[in-house]
């Protein structure tokens, strides 16, 4: 089996910071997702990667950066983070696209004073 | 574009009743649909996955789902729940051969004794 790791676990972050959450897996997999996740909204699209190196806008990747230098890992920035932000992000990874079954991180808790 | 609806933000089911959780998709076509699990302060695990074939389909500890092409319908179905199974449960559906997967809002399951 594998794992995908997300650190860090809690982030707190000051108006206007930019943040950095990092997403590493070890199940060899092809594509890897940013999810954010709001309370009683369910899971919103952040950006995915099809293979190293590529990226892919999802429904709400304004505000965001990704990054995807290896195939184990794959990065996200808050440009600037908003007051009294709070949400969880989630990473995935599948082994190829959307058809397969997404195994999840545990995710890292956003806070924004 | 597609989308899931799951029209009920919180069930709450006696331990030992049986549990049926709502999910509509809108997709033009056959899609893949998916039933994840979320234990509190984890990330998503699979419940169970619906490719074209049997509408009937089998999951983990007991869950099964219905794929109904005419009522675009995949409900979450268990004859007798369990306390462990109160979590938050997502349905999900994505094209085939495509990238990204669109998660419904979740359903809260609380078990009463």
């Known amino acids: ?113 | 574009a597609q989308s899931v609806t799951q029209p009920d933000a919180r069930v709450t089911v006696s331990e030992g009743a049986s549990l049926q959780l709502r999910c509509k998709y809108s997709y033009f076509g056959t899609p893949y649909l998916f039933w994840y699990v979320q234990y509190p302060r984890q990330g998503l695990q699979l419940l169970l996955k619906y490719y074209p074939g049997d509408p009937v389909v089998q999951g983990v500890n007991g869950f099964e789902a219905e794929f109904s092409k005419s009522n675009s319908s995949f409900h979450l179905r268990k004859a007798s729940v369990h306390w462990s199974d109160w979590a938050v449960y997502f349905c999900a559906v994505s094209m085939p051969g495509g990238y990204k997967v669109v998660f419904g809002s979740g359903t809260r399951l609380l078990v009463s004794p």
């Open chain 1, 1 to 113: 089996g594998g794992i995908i790791t997300q650190t860090p676990k809690f982030l707190i972050g000051q108006e206007g910071q930019k943040l950095t959450l990092k997403c590493q897996q070890n199940f060899n997999h092809d594509t890897m997702y940013w999810y954010r996740q709001d309370s009683g909204k369910g899971l919103r699209l952040i950006y995915y990667s099809i293979t190293e190196n590529d990226l892919q806008k999802g429904d709400l990747s304004e505000g965001y950066d990704a990054s995807r230098e290896k195939k184990s890992s794959f990065s996200l920035t808050v440009t600037s983070a908003q007051k009294n932000e709070m949400a969880v992000f989630l990473c995935a990874s599948s082994i190829e696209g959307g058809s397969y079954e997404q195994y999840f991180g545990p995710g890292t808790r956003l806070t924004v004073l």
